[in-house]
Structure formats: C-alpha cells, structure tokens
C-alpha cells in the first residue's frame, strides 16, 4: 500500500522567509502526489498535483513542489510566505485498488504558522 | 455555482441515536467519498462510491452505513455503533477514481456526540 509522511507536524515562519513543508513517501510504482491546503473548520483545496509529468510542478498562491523519486521526496515550497498562508497542508498518494479505482492517501498534516 | 454542499455545518447528537450527514454534488463526478477528520491522523476513508449504485467500504467503515441512490447525492449515517464518533466528517468527489484524479472537497460537518 501507498503511504506518506509529513517530516513536521508544526512549522513557524516569519511573514517574508520561505516556506519548506517536507513530505516522503512509499510507493511501489509511480506515484500521483498531491498537496491540499486546509483553512480552520474548512474543507479542503488543491494546492498542485503531480502525475508523472514534470518534476517541478507549480500550484496556486505561489506554491511549487519538487518530485525527487532518488529521494522518495515531495516537498512543498514558496520563496515568501503571506500571513493568510498559515493553515494546515497535508501531503497525499494515491492508491490503487484491485479494480484499478484510486483511493488517496493523506498524511498527517503540518500546521504552518505565520508570524508578522 | 458548481460545488459539493454538506449539511448541516453542526451536528450534535445524543449517544445511542443515529444520524445521517448530508452530501450534494453538482459537479456531475461519478466518484464520491466520505473522510473522517481527527486532529492530528489526518483523513481516513470512511466509504467510497465509484459510480450510482456501488458502494464500497473504506478503511474505517465500522459503525458507519450508506448508499448511493442518485449521482447527486452520497448521504452517511452514523450510527450508534460508531464508538467515537465525535470528529470533523468531509464528503468529496472526482470525475473519475483513476490515477491522478483530483477530490473536490465539501466544507464539512463537525459531529459532537454529547
């Protein structure tokens, strides 16, 4: 089965430093990663996909993910970060069931916090 | 506006009654899902809809029931059986559940069991 796992459960910034939220996963054949976004008492929103395209993929708000499969890494990142910014962010895989269906995979979530 | 609309935002139940969490889509997705919410485990799948008509255990599915009688709608009922049932519940759905197939997320029902 496909997993992920998110590196921190916290991260504080400052408003204006970058942003590194770090995501590893498992996968025993090429992965479709995704990285979503979730504000408090909110439902969720897709930051950037990646499905076996290009390696960089880049998403709303000024967020960019890396895929590094020597890494088995997904990290997501932003040069700047915005104080509307701090929310929580969960790294997900997809999984594929025996009937080829695809269920995701969340991690457990990093709770990114902005100070001004 | 195109979008998934759960209701209510706030449920409180009594222990030993049933509930059942509304789910609307107007997205025309085949795919539908039901996540459960507690902090710091993430989402884990509750059930899952491929097309109207199935519907599939997920990997948290005891205590939990429902259908999929129109492609609109994917209702879930906890039950009594749910032990902890207290948590934040998210319905989302896709075009389809194939490879890279983005969920689209409703904005959740918070159940307190009081």
């Known amino acids: 089965a496909q997993s992920v796992t998110q590196l921190d459960s916290h991260v504080s910034v400052s408003e204006g430093t970058p942003v590194l939220l770090r995501c590893n996963y498992s996968?025993?054949?090429?992965?479709?990663l995704f990285w979503y976004v979730q504000h408090p008492n909110k439902g969720l929103q897709l930051l950037l996909k990646?499905?076996?395209?290009?390696?960089l993929v880049k998403g709303i708000n000024g967020f960019e993910a890396e895929f590094k499969k020597s890494e088995t890494s997904f990290h997501l990142t932003k040069p700047s970060a915005h104080m509307s910014d701090a929310a929580e962010y969960f790294c997900?895989?997809?999984?594929?069931?025996?009937?080829?269906?695809?269920?995701?995979?969340f991690g457990t979530g990093t709770r990114l916090l902005v100070s001004p | 506006d195109g979008g998934i609309t759960q209701s209510p935002k706030y449920l409180f139940r009594k222990e030993g009654q049933n509930v059942t969490l509304s789910c609307e889509q107007n997205?025309?997705?085949?795919?539908m899902y039901w996540y459960r919410q507690d902090p710091g485990q993430g989402l884990r799948l509750i059930y899952y809809?491929?097309?109207?008509?199935?519907?599939q255990k997920g990997d948290i599915a005891e205590g939990y029931s429902g259908s999929r009688e129109k492609k609109e709608s994917f209702p879930l009922t906890v039950t009594s059986a749910q032990k902890n049932p207290t948590a934040f519940y998210l319905c989302?759905?896709?075009?389809?559940?194939?490879?890279?197939?983005?969920?689209?997320f409703g904005q959740g029902t918070r159940l307190t069991v009081v």
């Open positions: 997900v895989v997809s999984d594929k069931l025996n009937t080829g269906f695809q269920k995701l995979v």
């Open positions: 989302a759905s896709s075009i389809a559940g194939g490879p890279g197939s983005e969920a689209f």
């Open positions: 996968s025993s054949y090429s992965p479709s």
């Open positions: 990646y499905t076996s395209a290009a390696t």
């Open positions: 997205l025309n997705h085949d795919a």
């Open positions: 809809s491929q097309i109207v008509n199935d519907f």
